[in-house]
């Protein structure tokens, strides 16, 4: 059973690896049970880490070393799954609703699945693709904003689609305190009565596209989305569901960028005014650069007098390093 993190040198308690977690998500992550029923759990004194009773839902355990037992009974991880589902409307996405109305997770049931848990959402009335997982930090890789991973969504609405509409939605609406913007917008057909959009978002926010449609005065009629990065929706029925490709789950797993200092992170190749053999002058401020052979005209003998730096608060930028 891991204790608290040993203080560092510097006074400062060292942050926990990795693989530390909490007890009621390590019971998360290995497919037992939701945190807060397996806070339930613990709290009764009916979870052991290795060998001893633990009561304190946030203790902090190594998920791949610690034998965690519940009733006596070894929890160990799932395999891996990744789902595809396509949710109907009138399903909410949560596993239980307070209001007693049906979850996505009914169209799970009875078919053998692990604990799995839902990769992002759609509202109540929205239907279409809607992933599912019980590996968490693949999701959360799908999930952050940082991955940019596209959500493209075929929306039905009211009357005509005129050329403004489709420049005030590729400018962006104010809802709410927000500036609501999509990556992109293109009409698939139009009518007097009804027109076809596809929408794609890169970040979504709650309600993103009926907020701004609303805010434009348009009804929507069917919101359905249709794809998520790489995983298409296609001809999968609704409430049928089916597991990704191998392809499929290392593109959605590796769409997050690699972080400051990775091995991984493509290195950019320097300006043509910046190569070494170019010579170009130093920024004014900043550190002085690598000393290299000197032109005729700045070598010591001819005494050419120094020009100071002015003096610059801008500090320079390590080679290599992101904005």
């Given amino acids: 059973m891991s204790g608290p993190p040993e ?20 019971l998360s992550k290995l497919g037992y049970a939701s945190r807060s029923q397996a806070r339930a759990v613990i709290v009764d004194g009916r979870v052991r880490v290795n060998g001893r009773v633990v009561r ?5 355990v190594d998920v791949r070393r610690a034998r965690i037992e519940v009733d006596g009974e070894q929890v160990r991880a799932e395999r891996r799954l990744y789902i595809a589902l396509n949710k109907p409307p ?17 169209c799970l ?5 692990p604990r799995l848990v839902a ?23 799908v999930l952050e904003p940082a991955s940019h991973v596209e959500r493209v969504y075929e929306v039905h609405i009211n009357g005509a689609s005129p050329d403004s509409l489709l420049a005030s939605l590729r ?3 104010e809802s709410r305190g927000e500036k609501l913007r999509v990556k992109s917008v293109r009409r698939v057909r139009s009518s007097e009565t009804e027109s076809v959009l596809e929408l794609i978002l890169g970040e979504g926010r709650n309600r993103h596209i009926r907020r701004m449609l609303e805010k434009l005065g348009r009804e929507i009629t069917v919101l359905r989305r249709v ?28 769409t997050a960028p690699a972080r400051r200092g990775s091995e991984s992170a493509p290195q950019r190749s320097r300006p043509e005014a910046a190569r070494p053999d170019q010579r170009a002058p130093a920024r004014r401020g900043s550190e002085p650069a690598p000393q290299r052979s000197r032109p005729e005209a700045a070598r010591p003998d001819k005494r050419t007098p120094v020009r100071p730096a002015r003096p610059s608060s801008r500090q320079p930028r390590p080679h290599g390093e992101r904005s």
């Fill in 7 to 26: 203080p560092t040198e510097s006074g400062r308690r060292a942050r926990p690896r990795s693989e530390d977690v909490s007890l009621e998500r390590a």
């Fill in 56 to 60: 304190q839902p946030q203790q902090r």
């Fill in 90 to 106: 009138g399903l909410v996405t949560s596993e239980r609703d307070e209001r007693g109305r049906e979850s996505v997770f009914s």
């Fill in 109 to 113: 049931e009875d078919v053998g699945l």
């Fill in 119 to 141: 990769v992002g959402r759609l509202d109540r009335e929205s239907e279409g693709l809607l992933l599912f997982t019980n590996d968490t930090r693949w999701a959360q890789r």
């Fill in 171 to 173: 400018a962006g609406v």
């Fill in 227 to 254: 794809a998520i990065g790489p995983v298409r929706l296609g001809r999968l029925g609704q409430r049928a569901h089916r597991v990704l490709t191998a392809a499929e789950v290392e593109a959605l797993g590796s």
